[in-house]
């Protein structure tokens, strides 16, 4: 039998590690070269880390209700995957390279953005490693989530998780591509 804290953990692992590489390539990265574009429809560093900014703004407090409502159990429920979670997080993975189209909403609304946005995506993380302790001992599978540009379509929690962890190491690929596309040659 699978243990169920595995899946919990995974993603706890994955984010912590999100976390710590854009601190180690964005961190000593000047304000002028997090702001650049490799090109003027692409989206900078500090745009990439803002648009995952305003996912968490959404889903973390999302999750953090739903969560409050439910109530504790004995033990750990293993995540089951729901059809819209497939291909929700089919969609973000890093694996998938067609290109997609980011909600308005969930664009940066500014080009030129300050350090605070890498602050604000470090403080996202240790949120979301909380909330998946939170987690462990409540029952993952329940519909509870509704998803920001959908209101009415509702994903189970554990789906959420792996969708916010999935769309993140997307990102994380594009903020190193960028990066390595803006710095200057020394």
């Keep these: 039998m699978e243990n169920p804290l595995a899946f919990f953990e ?17 961190r000593d990265m000047p304000l002028h070269i997090l ?13 990439c880390l803002e648009h995952l900014n305003l996912y968490a703004n959404y889903y973390h407090r999302a999750i953090e209700d ?19 979670g497939r291909q929700g997080v ?30 604000h995506f470090a403080q996202h993380q240790q949120d979301l490693v909380r909330l998946l302790q939170d987690a462990q001992y409540k029952d993952i599978n329940k519909k509870a989530i509704p998803l920001e540009f959908f209101k009415w379509i509702k994903l189970n929690i554990g789906d959420t998780f792996l969708f916010l962890v999935v769309h993140m190491e997307r990102h994380l690929q594009q903020v190193l591509r960028t990066k390595k596309a803006v710095m200057p040659i020394s």
């Design 35 to 47: 702001n650049a574009k490799p090109e003027p429809t692409a989206w900078s560093v500090l745009e």
């Design 90 to 119: 089919s969609a973000v993975s890093p694996q998938n390279t067609r290109k997609q189209k980011a909600y308005s909403r969930m664009k940066p609304v500014t080009s030129t953005l300050d350090r605070y946005v890498l602050e």
């Design 10 to 26: 995974d993603l706890q692992t994955r984010t912590q590690n999100l976390s710590q590489t854009i601190q180690t390539e964005c």
């Design 66 to 84: 739903a969560l409050h409502k439910l109530p504790k159990k004995a033990s750990p429920t293993a995540h089951k995957i729901s059809w819209v």
